[in-house]
């Protein structure tokens, strides 16, 4: 399901990352700044063109905007783990293992 207060809080990440201001990426992308702002805060709709003109503007391939999964609340992300280990055979677990065990230490 698209979820507008993911998709906002993603443009907003990768703007903060990049270093701009909300004025800076709605000039870049040739957007009004208070639109942009509602878009950031998930209150308003955008279409397929202006996301393209984030995307564009940001710098990063259009389905990284919408791919934000990994943004929801921790206890949200715990449980999807939780079922994915679950499902998981010995070699995917061993991988799993592996690959928690690199980026935690």
């Not at 040739?30 to 509602?38: A, E």
């Not at 799993?96 to 935690?104: E, G, H, N, S």
């Amino acid at each position: 399901m698209f979820d507008k207060k993911l998709l906002g809080n993603r443009i907003r990440v990768l703007r903060v990352q990049q270093g701009l201001s909300q004025d800076k990426l709605s000039e870049l992308a040739g957007l009004n700044g208070k639109y942009l702002g509602q878009v950031e805060r998930g209150r308003a709709n955008i279409s397929i063109i202006n996301l393209s003109k984030l995307a564009d503007a940001l710098d990063v391939p259009l389905p990284s905007l919408l791919t934000a999964a990994h943004e929801r609340p921790r206890p949200e992300l715990v449980a999807e783990i939780r079922k994915l280990i679950d499902t998981a055979d010995d070699t995917q677990i061993k991988i799993l293992y592996r690959i928690i065990d690199a980026v935690t230490r």
